[in-house]
């Protein structure tokens, strides 16, 4: 299964995420953590995407292209994967689409996990990393909904988006998305996909 993955910051994606690709054995693609992770080792991606992060703001379009497109020509991809926090702008999107129209492997789904916004507010107090400062959470949550909102129209139209409730517990967050996951593998709709 090839899965996008959507949702504000402090909605629980990345604890969902981890528990998704176990389940599934899927490739976990989270470009937050490649981003961090390419700051820390001083890398040219990090050093370019540093101020970008800290600031509370997404990184230019084909600084992550081009980190996503490299990562999804891995082997480990060939199995399926999961993206999380990519895309996360119309641009984005389409340059996705147009990678994998090139390589003939279309997505599965789109997950979106949906929570309040009074919800994500206190989520994100209690979360405490660099890039989670009050003002900088306000911020992200601002780039989430002027720039990445409207890739869930995109996908709608597409016809590929689910929408799981995210304000309930972790476990019930899981089986939601696992039954959307359980329907897509049942209706064989995935076999052609892998
Ligand atoms: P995350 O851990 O997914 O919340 O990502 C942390 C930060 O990395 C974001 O606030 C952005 O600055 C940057 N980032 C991660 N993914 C992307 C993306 N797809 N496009 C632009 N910036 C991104």
Redesign the pocket.
């Known amino acids: 299964m090839r899965i996008v993955f959507i949702g504000p ?1 402090g909605a629980g994606k990345g604890t969902q995420a981890e528990r998704l690709v176990a389940r599934y054995q899927l490739a976990h693609l ?4 490649m ?1 961090r992770v390419a700051c820390e080792a001083k890398t040219a991606v990090g050093i370019k ?1 540093d101020k ?2 800290n600031g ?4 230019p379009d084909e600084l ?1 292209i081009e980190v996503i497109r490299e990562r999804l020509g891995q082997p480990d991809c060939k199995i399926g994967y999961l993206l999380d ?5 119309i641009a ?1 999107g389409e340059a996705l689409d147009s990678m994998l129209d090139e390589w003939h492997s279309p997505l599965s789904v789109v997950l979106e996990l949906h929570v309040p916004e009074e919800e994500l507010l206190k989520r994100l107090a209690a979360r405490g990393r660099e ?1 989670d400062r009050p003002e900088v959470i306000r911020l ?1 949550l601002e780039s989430y909904r002027s720039q990445t909102e409207p890739l869930l129209e995109y996908y709608d139209a597409k016809g590929l988006l689910r929408r799981l409730d995210g304000s309930g517990t972790v476990d019930d967050v899981f089986s939601q998305a696992r039954a959307v996951l359980d329907s897509l593998v049942t209706s064989g709709s995935n076999r052609s996909h892998r």
């Open positions: 910051p989270s470009t937050g953590e981003l995407a970008y992060m509370g703001q997404l990184v992550i926090g990519f895309p996360r702008t984005q890039d992200r």
